[in-house]
């Protein structure tokens, strides 16, 4: 039971939930975009019913260019599992359209509420940091080790406590 693509009227960029259609291409792109090699395990969790408003493809001009991929954890917590968009689009706020997108249907997410957002961040990856911090995300700590095929290896810890705010969609606007 797909939503159709959403899109936003001042933009030609629009959304679209993650498929076993679609499985190939949200590959592909994360073989371009992450400097690891993902599970068949991870695809099959990605395109479960119950992640599809936190697994997203985004299209720029019909062009898929980035994903985001959550999951549900503990009944109570989202885990941003990976987001990232091609290069050349980075400067188009695509990336902020789709954390977005995911916090606002956390916000909406009844059945379990969700409480939080969290997700890990490479500690030599300074611009991530601060692109979540722009969007409400506090460091809650550094995990020592976490990658083990990268260097370095740690990772900051990031989270958004989820309000009742975060329904309305109520962000501070981008400059």
């Not at 259609?21 to 371009?32: A, C, D, H, P, Y």
């Not at 997108?101 to 991530?128: E, F, G, M, W």
Request: hydrophobic share 35%; proline share 5%; with cysteine.
């Amino acid at each position: 039971m797909s939503n159709p693509p959403a899109s936003f009227s001042s933009s030609r960029v629009t959304f679209a939930s993650l498929t076993y259609r679609n499985l190939g291409t949200v590959k592909k792109l994360n073989s371009v975009l992450f400097p690891i090699k993902y599970s068949d395990k991870f695809y099959q969790d990605i395109i479960a019913p119950e992640v599809e408003d936190f697994c997203q493809l985004i299209y720029y001009n019909d062009v898929p260019v980035g994903n985001i991929c959550c999951r549900l954890e503990n009944n109570k917590d989202l885990y941003l599992m990976t987001m990232g968009v091609l290069a050349p689009y980075r400067s188009k706020q695509l990336g902020s359209q789709a954390l977005k997108r995911v916090i606002k249907a956390a916000a909406s997410h009844s059945k379990p509420k969700i409480r939080r957002i969290y997700l890990h961040v490479q500690v030599s990856n300074t611009d991530a940091k601060r692109f979540y911090e722009r969007h409400g995300f506090k460091e809650a700590g550094i995990k020592e080790d976490y990658y083990k095929k990268i260097m370095p290896r740690g990772a900051w810890i990031l989270e958004r406590i989820i309000d009742s705010e975060d329904k309305q969609d109520q962000e501070k606007p981008e400059l």
